[in-house]
């Protein structure tokens, strides 16, 4: 029978499409892990090596990372493409509460040379870290977009002016908290898209703050009183220090802050945690909306409803097999009838 044998095929080829899917999901693949400490700002190089891809002069490629089994990444961490070297960069800084200590991130690579999809399994493990910075030391550099930080050393040598000229006490301690675009943080995009977005950066360290440090903050606050930043107020006495490196700041927003202390428990004390707050209401990059997520949740929700894709298809093939056959019987039967 046509109806009968056409209902077989349909479900042998649907039974091969669902093995096929969960097989390619189910099956491992190298896992590449990180350790990023927790209140630390931490960064991750993309390239293209990475799917086994060589990078030409006329590769293009799309990276897209995401919490596994979720289509968005977590609230903490952000994804920038470059597209001079066609590296993407995901960074951010892992929040000192994190419950989850192991992420799994899943980068889906398009080469749009050979149209090859691959995936790349990157495990970030947060680990604790022994001692909260109490002291932030937070500006905008202008004339950098947040990219380019991870080229050419750029960390090491903003962490060296305060280690060895600016903040000597935070020599071994001091570590980047934070690290953001300043168009991310809502400040408005240049008008020329050659112009660098800017880059807002926090430094953190358990020492106290240098005389040298609470100098430059007098020195600069006649500043904190005016209602746009003079953009010609470059000259300031650590100006050479920054300049030799490349860094051109953006003094208006040179803040020096005491953080709430964070005890073991990691609970913040009721007093510190308002005094947080408000620094929170006098950022004006500030943006951060937070992504619920539960990890397992998701796994079920998607299964769930890969089951009710499956059906549906299922019983729309079946509907149409019995249309085709129905159709078949008629069309024999008026041609029985045109016989006759
Ligand atoms: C984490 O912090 C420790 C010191 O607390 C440091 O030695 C280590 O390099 C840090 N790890 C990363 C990935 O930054
Ligand atoms: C890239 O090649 C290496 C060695 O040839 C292999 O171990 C690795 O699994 C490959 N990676 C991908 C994403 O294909
Ligand atoms: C941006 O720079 C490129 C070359 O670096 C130039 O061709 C282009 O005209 C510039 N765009 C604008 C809007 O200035
Ligand atoms: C840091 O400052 C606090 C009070 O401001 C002081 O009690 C403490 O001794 C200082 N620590 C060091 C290492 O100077
Ligand atoms: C941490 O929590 C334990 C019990 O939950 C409490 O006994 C201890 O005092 C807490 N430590 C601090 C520093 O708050």
């Known amino acids: 029978m046509h109806f009968t044998a056409a209902l077989f ?25 990180r350790d ?44 920038k493409f470059d597209g001079k070297n066609r590296h993407g960069y995901l960074y951010g800084t892992p929040p000192a509460d994190s419950s989850d200590r192991k992420i799994l991130l899943d980068i889906n690579g398009l080469n749009k040379k050979t149209y090859q999809i691959e995936t790349q399994v990157i495990q970030l493990n947060i680990l604790e870290k022994s001692e909260y910075a109490t002291n932030e030391v937070r500006f905008k550099i202008n004339n950098l977009n947040v990219e380019d930080m991870f080229h050419e050393e750029r960390i090491p040598y903003l962490l060296d002016i305060f280690r060895q000229n600016l903040w000597l006490g935070s020599k071994e301690n001091l570590y980047v908290t934070f690290l953001a675009s300043a168009s991310d943080l809502g400040q408005r995009l240049p008008l020329d898209p050659n112009d660098t977005e800017g880059v807002i950066v926090n430094l953190g360290s358990s020492s106290n703050f240098s005389t040298m440090l609470y100098d430059l903050e007098k020195e600069i606050s006649p500043l ?18 920054f300049r030799a490196n490349g860094f051109n700041l953006d003094w208006c927003s040179f803040k020096l802050v005491e953080l709430p202390i964070i005890d073991q428990n990691k609970t913040i004390n009721v007093q510190d945690k308002l005094s947080s707050t408000k620094h929170a209401e006098e950022n004006v990059w500030e943006l951060m909306e937070s992504l619920q997520y539960t990890q397992s949740m998701h796994t079920n929700a998607s299964k769930l409803i890969i089951t009710l894709l499956i059906f549906v298809i299922f019983v729309i093939l079946i509907t149409f097999s019995i249309g085709v056959f129905r159709w078949h019987k008629k069309v024999i039967f008026l041609k029985k009838l045109n016989k006759i």
């Open 9 to 33: 095929v349909n479900t042998a080829c649907i039974m091969c499409i669902i093995i096929s899917t969960l097989q390619g999901r189910v099956e491992p693949t190298a896992v590449i892990a």
């Open 36 to 79: 990023v400490n927790e209140t630390e700002m931490f960064y991750y190089e993309i390239r293209p090596e990475l799917f086994n891809w060589t990078n030409g002069a006329d590769s293009r490629f799309v990276f897209t990372p995401s919490l596994q089994n979720y289509p968005d990444l977590l609230y903490w961490i952000y994804y």
């Open 224 to 241: 904190q009183k005016m209602n746009k930043c003079p953009k010609d107020f470059k000259r300031t006495s650590v100006e050479r220090y």
